[in-house]
């Protein structure tokens, strides 16, 4: 398998000066740099470009950094409008010469990549034509391309005329596929908007693919997210990318997180650079025996912090541990002898510390049904403790097989624990009139007390 190059984008370093940028992320472990091209930062229309062009050249290499230029600025070419004009807008020509001006920075400064992307179509503007005007534009810039030996990597964008890789395998068809295009690859989009996981997109552009963006999402929502924090399958990514024998930069892509740049930079390296999960993963379906010494261990190999920033305790969403030891989980159960799971399970939990429970209990739910016995059991046994975080992992999505009584003891548990009712799965639905009857009990013996009602209390009497 290829080595893999990690990168990070100089769009999630906005507050810092450009050099400061380049240092801090060579000072950090990066091998490369994806460079966005701005009013502040290389500004292609700039009189005194090729001077800056050499300087950074030099202080790349000096660094030893590698480099990309992203061509993503919001108000380069427009102060009014962001990302306008792009190759499908009437005056596409200016986006067109923007690129073509990238191009040429890219060669002076020893970058074999310009990634870019469509833009949105028009309202007036039908489909037809505007496809036609993103062929003409992309052609001229592979023009220039071919010129200065330079490869350019078209960015499928959620809400973009281009938004899915069939749509940018499209265009290179169209095209009759040149050779200095390709495709670059936002792994988070491929949560966001594909059918397929990004494993899969890595696997179908091989042939195509000269750059990518690390970044974790959401189904269904195009924001770029820290690793851990949505539902990308990290290892399996990269696993994809190594076997496909990338060997350009995998560059991260958080161009929001610029507040707080040298601290995210640095927990993105750091799971970047830990290839343990993904040989964790496989010794499990090697060898089912394994998870007594690799599940203990989880939280010294990935961290232990929240997915959530808003949930610091990992109360609600839970930690990125707690995913990780689901996965283990998932993969014990794809290989465990029939009738065995829940005993195996049942053994993780009793037999680990509170970290290792709570990441029982948060995959219960995704163990299928031979764990739903001993699965019980464990859920009864985290609701007679104390300690908050296995009373909200205990009231999570298999709680729903709690029967009533149990169920309502446990939102009661909650709330004189202090746990946040968000951590109970299915409470709109499965709060009743005998439930609201504890809970004005509870609120009742608080004022008696003259204690607080909990705002979690007071809104479910209120709905």
């Known amino acids: 398998m290829t080595a893999l190059r990690f990168g990070y984008g100089t769009n999630g370093f906005g507050d810092h000066r450009l050099d400061d940028a380049l240092r801090v992320i060579a000072e950090l472990g990066y091998d490369g740099v ?9 500004d292609p229309f700039d009189a005194g470009l090729a001077e800056q062009v050499r300087r950074v050249r030099g202080l790349l290499a000096d660094l030893g950094l590698s480099v990309v230029v992203e061509t993503g600025a ?134 195509h693919l000269v750059h990518v963006q690390l970044d974790d999402m959401r189904p269904g929502v195009h924001e770029h997210l820290e690793f851990g924090y949505g539902e990308l399958d990290l290892p399996g990514t990269l696993e994809a990318l190594a076997a496909i024998g990338y060997t350009g930069l995998a560059a991260v892509e958080l161009p929001r997180h610029g507040h707080a740049a040298p601290q995210v930079a640095r927990r993105a390296i750091g799971v970047l650079r830990q290839p343990w999960v993904v040989e964790a993963l496989a010794a499990v379906r090697r060898d089912p025996a394994s998870i007594a010494t690799l599940f203990p261990a989880v939280g010294r190999h990935v961290g232990r912090r929240p997915l959530d920033r808003d949930d610091p305790h990992g109360l609600v969403h839970g930690t990125v541990d707690d995913r990780v030891r689901g996965r283990l989980l998932r993969a014990l159960a794809d290989t465990a002898e029939p009738g065995r799971l829940g005993a195996e399970v049942a053994a993780l939990y009793h037999h680990g510390d509170d970290a290792e429970r709570r990441g029982v209990l948060r995959a219960l739910d995704g163990l299928g049904p031979d764990v739903v016995g001993a699965g019980l059991d464990l859920v009864r046994d985290a609701l007679r403790a104390n300690d908050i975080r296995l009373i909200a992992a205990a009231m999570g999505p ?28 299915d409470l709109p639905r499965r709060a009743d009139e005998e439930l609201r009857r504890m809970v004005t009990d509870f609120a009742a013996e608080r004022r008696a007390a003259g204690r607080d009602v909990p705002a979690d209390a007071r809104a479910l009497l209120e709905a």
């Open 34 to 42: 994806a460079l966005t091209l701005d009013h502040h930062r290389l």
């Open 74 to 207: 919001r108000y380069l070419l427009d102060p009014h409008r962001k990302h306008h004009p792009t190759l499908v807008s009437a005056d596409s020509g200016r986006r067109v010469d923007f690129l073509r001006r990238a191009v040429r920075v890219a060669a002076d400064l020893g970058s074999d990549v310009v990634s870019f992307w469509s833009g949105i179509r028009p309202s007036e503007v039908d489909e037809d034509a505007a496809f036609e005007r993103l062929l003409d534009g992309t052609a001229q810039v592979v023009e220039e391309a071919a010129r200065h030996g330079v490869r350019l990597g078209l960015e499928p964008e959620p809400g973009m005329l281009v938004d899915t890789v069939d749509a940018a395998l499209a265009v290179l068809d169209r095209l009759g596929a040149p050779e200095p295009l390709g495709i670059t690859l936002d792994v988070g989009h491929c949560v966001a908007v594909e059918q397929d996981t990004a494993a899969g997109c890595a696997w179908r552009l091989r042939d």
């Open 398 to 425: 298999f709680a729903r097989h709690l029967d009533d009584h149990s169920w309502r003891h446990g939102v009661l548990k909650c709330l004189f624990t202090g746990v946040p009712l968000a951590a109970v799965a």
